[in-house]
């Protein structure tokens, strides 16, 4: 078995985990980062806009040997004095893309192109986009995009609460600023397609965060009823616990869009796939970051600050202090330390959170204080423990 596959049988299996939570500090500082890289790329080089939302001249010309460097060499200063976008179609025809010219220019464009070319006029179908289409096309997409905003935090809040709300909605914010300014700086246009792939991407990271947050909500139902875990670490432990679930539906879903990317697109050379598949391979990376590294974090940054949060914290460092004490008065005495589990007096409370998944095999990223390896499993299937040292006074 190789070293990959035994990461990935020990995570699923919960011997180890890590401390996503307590390293939030790390995860939004990269965020930030990789944040303000995006917006620099977005303020300086800017949206390339296809003639779809530019308005401007398509013209597709019929089959040809000519490559695309050729006849961006031979109409160049040939296009009204605007830039040329040509890509080589599947079929082996050329498309030349002229942005914001008027309808008399793109006549004139077109004389040109089968001059320089040496293709027959009538080989060259030309289409007319008005910007005011393009504009009309902006404005609807923009406002669907609200919309969806708007309805995903509403239903977030009913179905969570208003802190997973919140969260969730950075972390959409986060994926669709990464993936524009990906765009930007990669200088591919925006099309029609893009608005595809930016609202697919958005339910898809939209999934993620839910499947992550219905986790945490049965992992801390009784959270309250406890004294041995924070909010925080058991956002944690719930957080490992659906990892390899986000990162093999992650992977499964880069698959086919790289193939769309780096094949269909960049060797087959299909315009309209570039379009799609960028915006959906920056789009799905960025959901899978965003959903673990960020909209769990900051959801426990948010409950921290509730005031029945704040108690549970104060009543788990009490306890700990106070176990910490008995340990160390057992040790000066040299005897064995007591265990912490016995007479606490919430033993059906933790066996509740266990049941939920807050206790679990030992994990790297586990609570300070937890005991190790599977005798807490073991002692959450044991839950009668007390029927041989407490309630009834009877040993069977």
């Known amino acids: 078995m190789s070293k990959l596959s035994n990461l990935g049988h020990r995570l699923h299996r919960g011997e180890i985990a890590y ?18 890289v995006a917006a620099v790329g977005l303020l300086v080089n800017g949206l390339k806009l296809g003639i779809e939302f530019s308005g401007g001249a398509d013209f597709t010309t019929a089959k040809t040997s000519i490559s695309v460097a050729d006849a961006q060499s031979k109409i160049e200063g040939h296009t009204a004095g605007h830039d040329a976008t040509i890509q080589k179609l599947g079929s082996g025809k050329l498309r030349i893309q002229v942005s914001d010219i008027s309808t008399e220019a793109s006549k004139t464009v077109q004389q040109n192109i089968s ?11 030309a289409q007319i986009v008005g910007p005011s289409w393009g504009k009309e096309i ?39 600023t990464i993936t524009i300014g990906v765009y930007a700086i990669v200088g591919f246009e925006v099309t029609p397609g893009t608005v595809i792939g930016l609202l697919t991407i958005l339910g898809y990271s939209l999934y993620d965060t839910v499947v992550v947050f219905d986790g ?8 309250t009823k406890q004294n041995r875990y924070t909010y925080s670490e058991i956002a944690n432990r719930s957080l490992n616990g659906t990892l390899v679930r986000s990162i093999n539906t992650t992977v499964v879903a880069l698959l086919p869009v790289g193939a769309l990317l780096f094949i269909g697109g960049g060797i087959l050379g299909a315009g309209m796939l570039n379009d799609i598949a960028l915006a959906l391979f920056v789009g799905l990376t960025a959901g899978a970051y965003s959903s673990i590294f960020i909209a769990t974090p900051i959801v426990a ?15 788990v460092l009490a306890r700990r202090a106070s176990d910490a004490t008995k340990a160390a008065e057992a040790a000066a005495r040299g005897e064995e330390p007591a265990d912490p589990e016995d007479g606490d007096g919430d033993d059906q409370a933790e066996a509740a ?3 939920a998944g807050v206790v679990g095999p030992r994990a790297q990223g586990s609570a300070p204080g937890s005991r190790s390896g599977g005798t807490r499993g073991a002692s959450a299937n044991r839950g009668t423990r007390g029927g041989r040292n407490r309630p009834s006074g009877k040993r069977r």
């Open 19 to 36: 401390d996503f939570v307590g390293h939030r500090k790390i995860w939004y500082g990269v965020s930030i980062l990789i944040t303000v």
């Open 115 to 125: 001059k320089e070319l040496g293709i027959p006029l009538k080989d060259i179908d």
């Open 138 to 176: 902006s404005h609807k997409a923009l406002q669907g995009l609200i919309i969806f905003l708007v309805l995903v935090v509403a239903y977030l809040a009913i179905a969570f609460e208003w802190r997973k709300a919140v969260a969730a909605l950075i972390a959409l914010l986060h994926d669709l």
């Open 301 to 315: 940054d948010l409950k921290e600050r509730d005031p029945a949060m704040k108690q549970v914290r104060k009543r």
């Open 216 to 223: 945490l909500k049965e992992s801390t139902k009784d959270i």
């Open 353 to 355: 959170a266990a049941g």
